[in-house]
């Protein structure tokens, strides 16, 4: 439904958590996630944490670093897995904030253990060394096949003629992974943007 900027921001800065839903390739969505930011950063006093989908959890570590001023932007653009719409859409989150010095959650999967499962299912990731799986929620993870967003996706994907049982599999192991990675960063008073 429509709402009013001055709504939404008095509805978010409340919040504990507060999730923007995004499409990924339209900058407005992009602007207005960065002024929603920068606002709620005002109204509680810097009192907010960053997390986003676009960053994997393997790659915190140089999103610290470069959030700390240790490693150059060349290092970490060139070194972290980047969307492709970084650049225009993500990178003002991050310099705002590298420049008001806010964590920064990494939140989601990386995409070869994502991968994994599409694959081979949650039994791929059994193998998994102790350290890749330090990367994932906590396995097993609930998953219920019959969530209206993955019965939906698979209905979807076998109407191209893409059907694979593992696919909402793959993305309920990302959620999963972004849901713990907001929640062991939440409860401290600040706000947590995703």
């Known amino acids: 439904k429509k709402v009013k900027y001055k709504d939404l921001l008095e509805a978010s800065k409340d919040a504990d958590i507060v999730f923007f839903g995004e499409l990924h390739n339209n900058p407005i969505c992009h602007w207005i996630q960065f002024e929603l930011t920068r606002d709620i950063y005002t109204e509680k006093n810097g009192d907010i944490i960053l997390a986003a989908e676009m960053f994997e959890s393997d790659n915190q570590l140089i999103l610290n670093e470069y959030l700390e001023g240790r490693i150059s932007k060349k290092s970490f653009e060139s070194e972290a897995r980047l969307w492709p719409n970084y650049k225009t859409d993500y990178k003002p989150l991050v310099d705002f904030a590298k420049d008001s010095s806010l964590a920064f959650i990494a939140s989601n999967i990386p995409r070869r253990y994502a991968s994994v499962v599409y694959k081979n299912g949650f039994e791929g990731l059994d193998d998994l060394e102790a350290e890749a799986k330090s990367y994932i929620a906590p396995l097993p993870i609930e998953y219920d096949a019959e969530l209206k967003g993955y019965k939906d996706m698979l209905e979807q ?20 992974t972004m849901a713990y990675s907001i929640a062991e960063s939440a409860g401290n008073g600040k706000t947590i943007i995703h």
Request: aromatic share 0%; charged share 20%; hydrophobic share 50%.
């Open 157 to 176: 994907m076998a109407a191209m003629g893409h059907a694979n049982e593992n696919l909402p599999k793959a993305q309920a192991i990302k959620d999963a």
